[in-house]
Nanobody, 120 residues
Framework: QVQLVESGGGLVQPGGSLRLSCAAS????????MGWYRQAPGKQRELVAA???????RYADSVKGRFTISRDNAKNTVYLQMNSLKPEDTAVYYC??????????????WGPGTQVTVSS
């Protein structure tokens, strides 16, 4: 089995910064794409940022220039550095990873989510 564990959420004032981490563990043959999604109350879950196997990245327009996604392949960990946070960034942030648990078995996994609240 594969588990994703997130950390780093919390309460921050507008303009502040937070860094989220997500570590994958368990039966892992290869980690492919990793990313972060978020879901605000009453809204659909949306992609925030993704980082692909070759380290190319993709961002939602609303976070470009403020958020940076990175990964440490040796630790099977993905990070999301969030700067210049706005109240509209308030949401539960979910880690997602596409992982081969065996060379022939590839699935999407989700973390339990971590709350990010931006408020004065």
């Amino acid at each position: 089995q594969v588990q994703l564990v997130e950390s780093g959420g919390g309460l921050v004032q507008p303009g502040g910064s937070l860094r989220l981490s997500c570590a994958a563990s368990g039966s892992i043959f290869r980690v492919n794409t990793m990313g972060w999604y978020r879901q605000a109350p009453g809204k659909q879950r949306e992609l925030v940022a993704a980082i692909f196997s070759g380290d190319s990245t993709r961002y939602a327009d609303s976070v470009k220039g403020r958020f940076t996604i990175s990964r440490d392949n040796a630790k099977n960990t993905v990070y999301l550095q969030m700067n210049s946070l706005k109240p509209e960034d308030t949401a539960v942030y979910y880690c997602n990873a596409n992982i081969n648990s065996k060379w022939y078995q590839r699935d999407d996994y989700w973390g339990p989510g971590t709350q990010v609240t931006v408020s004065s």
